[in-house]
């Protein structure tokens, strides 16, 4: 099964850059979706950012509207990595964020039930 493991989290001011990686194991082959969401104490987890790979085409991001020209979403397959690069961060970006994988079509990132494989998170705090 696919295992995923979180990286590169702490604490930046507001204004500034932080960048996450996780490390994927046995990536989905085909309908897959991995990415990034993210769940502050009390709140519900929400999305942040993902990408859709289906049939031949290629990887499509797609991001939160909070999100659109703050983060950056991208994936290295042959070394099994994804990664989330974020700048102009608020300290309302402040989460837990999590990556995770989906191989269901029904995948998505209004429903992050959907995605049923995890990682263990990683705190981000913006102050």
């Known amino acids: 099964h696919v295992q995923l493991v979180e990286s590169g989290g702490g604490s930046v001011q507001a204004g500034g850059s932080l960048n996450l990686s996780c490390v994927v194991s046995?990536?989905?082959?085909?309908?897959?979706?991995v990415g990034w969401f993210r769940q502050s104490p009390g709140k519900e987890r929400e999305g942040v950012a993902v990408i859709w790979s289906a049939g031949s085409a290629g990887p499509s991001p797609f991001y939160a509207d909070s999100m659109k020209g703050r983060f950056s979403v991208s994936q290295d397959k042959a070394n099994s990595r994804l990664y989330l690069e974020m700048s102009n961060l608020f300290p309302n970006d402040t989460a837990v964020y999590y990556c995770?994988?989906?191989?269901?079509?029904?995948?998505?990132?209004?429903?992050?039930?959907?995605?049923?494989?995890w990682g263990q998170g990683t705190q981000v705090t913006v102050s």
């Open positions: 995770a994988a989906a191989m269901s079509t029904r995948a998505k990132i209004q429903f992050p039930s959907t995605f049923p494989f």
């Open positions: 046995q990536w989905p082959y085909t309908s897959a979706c």
